[in-house]
């Protein structure tokens, strides 16, 4: 046998796509002759020395003949040492070692000894296979528990290359991989509860409307306020991710090769908190040649947290409008463009000033107005209209710090959040993404409600969307009373949300 082909995938943004490895042997030219063609990388080119050393050292032998692989379509870009393993499988059948491979997708990196090493995406390429009816899927050890959560297929662990030609040969002995059973978890148990915040009744309140209704929460106070304590308990108040969600959080994860060493599904809501250096490119993705996911991304159905929020680059935060509206981030490049998920909610954290103590009333600020007015201009209004919540975390008085009362737990708040949840979800969407048709149906106001909104609009000066903002609040607030209509008393708290508007934004 010359000619043999074995089916792999190929990873292009957070999807995989079918792809045939074709091996030819030539009974002409040079035995030293190894040809790779169909857009290969440089780590696809490299794949050459690995596997010729990969099957000698495994007894496999090399062929005397000139070997010519081909990867199709060949019209696009094929990355990574994940076709180590199906190049060398191919190598193996035109040899006559291996007989078939066409019911197996095969994918790994290979070790000089023929030892398999984790590949990133190995999700997407599950989930790649179940749509192309193959039914059978090799993977390395390490990738099999994310790989195993996709359903009507077979995943078969291997940990050298003798294990994978075994069992392409008689697949009937093996066994295929189970995945252990699911372990929820909960933050709160983690030492990652509400509780331990002392004091802060007003921002804890406004965590638990943003975790209820979806909202993007900014908090603004001086150093040691408590604001990043408040932000990492987020997590612990929402609700527990759906099969569907973690599947989708799983795969980009698995992209992005940030799964923890044999991990399975994610059950916990990511949490990231990129550093204020952080680039464009890496906070919404991009990259040379196969475009990655960005932390906004990472954060799909989760959180992402910037403190020191007028720290981050004035381009930085200015390309978050598109992902804060729309849940997408889309990379147009002149190969390809790429649509990553990220649906998030934003916290954002600040100091009132570029020393943190202005409007403080036990230190004194040393900042000039001008200093004040470039620190915040930084952020700008289009930027801000997006963020639902505004809310001032003061310093905490010494009475509240040193005191015994704890306040709500994570585990209470986040009852009422799912509660609130739930009442959204038969509406069909969170109230953070009410559509603008629906808006004035789902957020009817009483006649109070309507003249105190109509006061706060013409006070504040406030844009359309920081209105539109301001409804999708108090239906919320509603929400979590357990009322059907949305009152006076839920479009004044839902308008004390946004008083940095004016106070120091519109001043």
């Known amino acids: 046998m010359a000619l043999f082909t074995t089916r792999s995938a190929a990873v292009y943004g957070i999807d995989a796509h079918l792809i045939d490895v074709e091996v030819d042997l030539h009974a002409a030219g040079s035995s030293r002759d190894f040809i790779t063609v169909g857009m290969p990388d440089t780590a696809v080119r490299e794949s ?45 059948g035109a040899m006559g070692v291996v007989q078939q491979s066409g019911t197996h997708l095969v994918v790994g990196e290979l070790s000089l000894d023929g030892t398999l090493r984790p590949v990133r995406g190995a999700l997407s390429v599950a989930l790649c296979a179940r749509a192309c009816s193959i039914r059978n899927l090799i993977v390395p050890q390490e990738n099999a528990a994310e790989s195993a959560v996709v359903s009507d297929i077979n995943v078969f662990g291997a940990r050298h290359l003798a ?70 308990r987020m997590p612990g108040i929402l609700p527990p991710l759906t ?50 996911p960005g932390e906004v991304s990472l954060a799909h159905h989760g959180v992402l947290f910037l403190d020191e929020l007028p720290e981050f680059p004035r381009n930085v935060l200015e390309i978050l409008r598109q992902p804060l509206e729309d849940h997408v981030v889309t990379l147009a490049r002149a190969a390809m463009t790429m649509t990553f998920p990220a649906n998030f909610v934003l916290l954002g954290a600040m100091n009132p000033c570029r020393c943190g103590f202005y409007g403080d009333p036990t ?3 040393r900042c000039t107005g001008a200093e004040i007015q470039r620190y915040l201009g930084k952020i700008s209004g289009p930027l801000l209209d997006r ?46 993404s009410i559509p603008p048709a629906k808006l004035r149906d789902i957020c009817a106001l009483e006649e109070s ?32 009373d357990g009322v059907a209509g949305v009152s006076a008393k839920h479009i004044a708290e839902a308008v004390q949300y946004r008083t940095l508007d004016k106070g120091y934004w519109g001043s």
């Open 387 to 432: 963020i639902d919540l505004h809310v001032e975390v003061s310093a905490v008085p010494y009475k509240e710090l040193r005191g015994r009362e704890s306040g709500m737990t994570s585990a209470h708040m986040r009852e009422r959040v799912l509660a609130a949840r739930e009442k959204q979800q038969r509406r069909g969407f969170y109230n953070a």
């Open 48 to 92: 050459r020395e690995r596997i010729k050393s990969a099957l000698l050292n495994s007894g496999f032998g090399y062929p005397a003949k000139p070997v010519t692989i081909n990867l199709a379509p060949a019209n696009v870009r094929k990355e990574g040492a994940g076709f180590d393993l199906p190049m060398a499988i191919g190598i193996l």
């Open 243 to 292: 099969f569907e969600e973690a599947l989708e959080t799983t795969k980009i994860h698995s992209v992005a090769a940030l799964l923890p060493k044999g991990a399975g599904l994610l059950r916990e809501r990511p949490f990231r908190a990129p550093h204020h250096t952080t680039s464009d490119a890496g906070m919404i993705g991009g990259g040379s040649g196969n475009l990655r």
């Open 449 to 480: 409600g309507e003249r105190t909104l109509e006061m706060a609009v013409r006070r504040m000066g406030l844009s359309a969307r920081a209105h539109d903002r301001i409804l999708k609040v108090a239906r919320t607030v509603a929400d979590l």
């Open 163 to 232: 294990e994978v030609v075994s069992l392409l040969k008689d697949s009937s002995g093996s066994r295929r991989y189970e995945p252990p059973p699911a372990v929820e978890t909960d933050c709160a148990s983690a030492g990652m509860d509400l509780a331990d915040v002392r004091g802060q009744t007003t921002a804890k309140r406004a965590m638990e409307v943003a975790a209820a209704g979806a909202h993007n929460l900014l908090m603004i106070g001086p150093p040691g306020s408590g604001k990043t304590m408040l932000a990492k």
């Open 363 to 365: 230190r004194e600020c």
